[in-house]
């Protein structure tokens, strides 16, 4: 099994920048893709970011130029640096992986909260 462990999250104003990690431990040995999900009050959960280990990158159109996802793999660790935040962002944002053996993980998510 994979624990996530998200940290980071909080209330930024507009315009701001915030980082995101994620860590995960246990059977790690056979992650691939980690990445970032985000779901505000009413929507439905989407995709933000994800990279695969060999750091094949996609982003969703409304964060591209905006954010990064990066990941660091001795540490089994993924990062979203968030900048020129917008209230649209304001979202439950879930750390997620996936091992090549089909399993998916989830991290309990953290609140990011963009205010005009």
């Known amino acids: 099994q994979v624990q996530l462990v998200e940290s980071g999250g909080g209330l930024v104003q507009a315009g701001g920048s915030m980082r995101l990690s994620c860590s995960a431990s246990?059977?790690?040995?056979?992650?691939?893709?980690m990445g970032w999900y985000r779901q505000a009050p009413g929507k439905q959960r989407e995709l933000v970011a994800t990279?695969?280990?060999?750091?094949?990158?996609n982003y969703v159109d409304s964060v591209k130029g905006r954010f990064t996802v990066s990941r660091d793999n001795v540490k089994n660790t993924v990062y979203l640096q968030m900048n020129s935040l917008k209230p649209e962002d304001t979202a439950v944002y879930y750390c997620?992986?996936?091992?090549?053996?089909?399993?998916?993980?989830w991290g309990q998510g953290t609140q990011v909260t963009v205010s005009s």
């Open positions: 990279i695969t280990r060999a750091a094949r990158i």
């Open positions: 997620q992986c996936s091992t090549w053996g089909g399993h998916d993980y």
């Open positions: 246990g059977s790690t040995f056979d992650l691939d893709v």
